[in-house]
């Protein structure tokens, strides 16, 4: 039985700590942390991740000990170093005493070629070394859904940013998966080659159409944590449904959203809502279990 923990809050802050310490374990103790979070671009949440969220992740990360914390990400289509400066990321990062990878400038030598079996990806991808010989992986991701053809970005889209925009060759890997058909399952593999220690998925402001950058924005009000992409993303798609979102969001089984089914196949989580267990702190994030466990099982 998989585990999530939901918090009812419109505080980022309180939220993260709770929904992380309801979990009740302690997968950083003693460990280089590389930390993932969400900025495509510096536009306010949940186009990307909340500072708030992000220093409320960091302070519970070395509260619980984490040897070390290094955050990696790549921007797109800014240019990631303004993006990380205007989300005031470098004045945190001085404060709270962590370090900052820019995978957009650091050489193609610090990536590696990937070629999973049955891959909808022409010739596998380049996927950043410093996640690939990561001791520990901390996720933070936004609940919105995209308006190209990902349909939704959580935690399995949130992996994009572990890839290049370009390969060895000078050929663009976001053409390459935006162009194709299998968009959604190209999303899933790129997760096929990482294990996540923790994910904490900032619900708190969603967008319920356009994204990943500009949409409708509604409040959602949760924080859910845990360390399966597959049950975290079902979990989003289903407050999705209950705000109201798009039709591509809204259709068919949860488990069948492509980017989930693909994850399914792969392996990368749960298969089912019956494998999932949903830790609550209050009578009201209990009430919003209950509906998210029906969207689960229509």
């Not at 999973?116 to 609940?143: M, R």
């Not at 949760?222 to 999705?240: H, P, S, Y």
């Not at 959203?257 to 609550?280: N, W, Y």
């Amino acid at each position: 039985m998989t585990k999530l923990s939901l918090v009812v809050t419109e505080k980022r802050e309180e939220g993260t700590t709770k929904a992380i310490d309801l979990l009740d374990f302690n997968p950083v103790k003693g460990k280089k942390v590389i930390l993932k979070p969400n900025f495509n671009t510096a536009d306010p949440p949940p186009a990307s991740t909340s500072i708030e969220t992000l220093r409320a992740l960091i302070i519970k990360l070395q509260e619980m000990y984490a040897r070390s914390i290094t955050l990696a990400e790549r921007s797109g289509p800014v240019n990631t170093h303004e993006c990380l400066e205007q989300k005031g990321i470098y004045n945190l990062a001085e404060e709270l005493d962590f370090e900052i990878v820019n995978l957009a400038e650091v050489p193609l030598e610090d990536y590696i070629l990937l070629k999973p079996e049955q891959s909808n990806w022409d010739n596998g991808f380049l996927f950043a070394k410093i996640y690939h010989e990561a001791e520990c992986i901390v996720e933070t991701c936004c609940l919105k859904t995209h308006q190209a053809g990902g349909h939704f970005t959580l935690s399995l889209k949130s992996a994009v940013g572990m890839v290049p925009r370009r390969n060895l060759d000078g050929n663009a890997y976001m053409k390459e998966m935006h162009d194709s058909p299998k968009t959604r399952s190209m999303i899933a593999e790129i997760n096929s080659v990482f294990n996540p220690a923790l994910i904490v998925l900032d619900g708190v402001t969603a967008f319920v159409d356009g994204g990943p950058a500009r949409g409708t924005l509604k409040d959602a009000n949760v924080i859910v944590a845990g360390t399966d992409r597959i049950a975290i993303d079902a979990v989003g798609v289903a407050i999705l449904r209950i705000l109201g979102t798009t039709s591509e969001v809204s259709e068919g089984s949860i488990f069948d959203q492509e980017q989930i089914a693909r994850a399914v196949e792969l392996k990368l989580g749960i298969s089912s809502p019956e494998e999932l267990e949903i830790i609550t702190d209050s009578v009201e994030s209990a009430e919003l279990v209950e509906k998210i466990i029906q969207e689960l099982h229509k």
